[in-house]
């Protein structure tokens, strides 16, 4: 879904710019490859980018993609997910320097050593993992189905890696399952304090407040939302309310300031992911130049990660309404 919202910026200030943005598209073509980005990615990668979405919708593209080729601009799980779920293709980072913090919190190790000490425990493991850490889980969740991916589940005990705030408000959702919880966290997330939100919702009083589950859970107590980031795209799109305070990372706020001219949004300004910023218009280009570097990973492993992933997939997306509206706020 390129689009030309930051397009101004871009002819009008950034010529050397231009030129690459240029040639990235002119050897996309030629290559026949497809772009994912996150909606973390900046301004000018989403718009070299064929899709931009969520983990879980970059999933699914990355499933189904026809081009042979992907160059997945995110962090290195998400780049490795497509990989696993699109094993004949070449998928090749943006940058292989763009690490999840998050997802070295956990090793295989680690889970190996839970699931022994909780033998009759379902493990649910958010997609923010490593290839090898998916090897040890029985099912995959995303931030848009966490709740509904352990709902599915028939077990009562559940071990839930690696994010401590995902895990926290998925046990307040389903309070009839017992979840041991790993203390896992998104840099960017849980750097964010109820009083960061609170000083917003005091200068913007009718602003509706949507967080994304990886923040705190007080700060999750604070929202009438709690949305993956296309879940609060689309919330802000689709909700008849003018103004609301988005509390995720900062690009998500800047994407809906470009897509609902008619509607305010206040972000939280520390609220920047480094890791997902490394990705820059040179490193894409030189991707699609060099088809390096490709994703590898040993045949086992994609094997056995691709399991808790594909059942994910078949649990699916939860609805907006059910995964996201909490709070009588
Ligand atoms: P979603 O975009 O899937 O909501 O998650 C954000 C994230 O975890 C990026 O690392």
């Known amino acids: 879904m390129s689009d030309l919202r930051m397009g101004a910026a871009l002819w009008d200030d950034e010529l050397p710019q231009l030129k690459v943005v240029e040639k ?3 050897l996309k073509e030629e290559r026949n490859a497809l772009i994912l980005a996150h909606n973390y990615q900046s301004a000018e990668i989403q718009f070299v980018a064929d899709y931009v979405g969520d983990t879980l919708s970059l999933s699914m593209l990355a499933r189904d993609a026809e081009q042979p080729i992907i160059v997945f601009c995110g962090p ?3 780049v490795e997910t497509a990989k696993i779920l699109a094993p004949d293709k070449i998928v090749l980072y943006a940058n292989d320097n763009a690490r999840c913090p998050m997802a070295a919190m956990i090793t295989p190790e680690d889970l190996r050593t839970l699931k022994k000490t909780h033998p009759n425990a379902k493990v649910v493991g958010y997609i923010n993992t490593s290839a090898e850490c998916k090897c040890e889980m029985d099912i995959c969740c995303a931030s848009a189905n966490a709740v509904k991916i352990v709902r599915s589940l028939d077990a009562e005990d559940i071990i839930f890696v690696p994010d401590q705030n995902l895990g926290s408000y998925v046990r307040r959702m389903v309070p009839e399952k017992t979840i041991l919880i790993w203390s896992g966290f998104c840099s960017v997330h849980h750097m964010i304090h109820k009083e960061d939100v609170l000083d917003l919702a005091r200068a913007h009083p009718r602003a509706r407040i949507i967080v994304h589950p990886e923040c705190r859970p007080e700060v999750v107590d604070l929202a009438a939302a709690v949305l993956s980031t296309d879940g609060m795209i689309m919330y802000a ?9 988005v509390v995720t990372e900062l690009e998500v706020v800047n994407r809906m300031i470009e897509d609902n001219p008619d509607k305010e949004f206040h972000g939280i300004e520390k609220a920047y992911c480094r890791t997902q910023k490394k990705v820059k218009l040179e490193n894409v280009l030189k991707s699609l130049e060099t088809l390096a570097p490709e994703v590898s990973l040993p045949g086992d492993v994609i ?3 691709r399991l808790p992933i594909e059942r994910m997939l078949a649990v699916g997306r939860a609805e907006l309404a059910t995964q996201g ?3 009588d706020t």
């Open 76 to 78: 290195d799980f998400m």
């Open 237 to 245: 799109a689709s909700s008849e309310d003018r103004e609301f305070i």
């Open 303 to 305: 094997e056995r990660a």
């Open 24 to 26: 990235i598209l002119k």
């Open 325 to 327: 509206v909490k709070h």
